[in-house]
């Protein structure tokens, strides 16, 4: 099940979507300093966001200061399952910040 929750018509809002740690519906959210950083796979969504002054990488991605970076679970329609993000690695150089934020799935 992916626990997201929609604006409903009318009157804008959007979709809000609940963050989820595996197993214990808790939000998952982080501050990173630099270093190498591992983040668990199986996340239906995880979003990095550079908030310092220096390029980080992603999974080997380059995101440059104020930018983020996501992957999403994608629908496999051979097998009629979604598949899940891959673990993800993060790397600060010294000096530099970010932050992440993954939705897992419920137990």
């Known amino acids: 099940m992916i626990a997201i929750v929609n604006g409903g018509a009318g009157g804008g809002g959007g979709d809000v979507t609940e963050l ?44 440059y200061p104020g ?17 899940l993000c891959p673990e993800v690695e993060i790397i600060i150089p010294p000096g530099g910040t970010a932050s992440y934020q993954a939705e897992y799935p419920s137990a």
């Open 20 to 63: 989820l740690t595996p197993g214990t519906m808790q939000p998952v959210f982080d501050n990173l300093a630099d270093g190498t950083h591992t983040i668990t796979a199986g996340a239906y969504r995880l979003r990095v966001y550079n908030a310092g002054l220096t390029d980080i990488t992603a999974n080997g991605a380059t995101v």
């Open 67 to 83: 930018e983020t970076w996501q992957v999403e679970a994608r629908e496999n329609r051979t097998t009629t399952k979604f598949d």
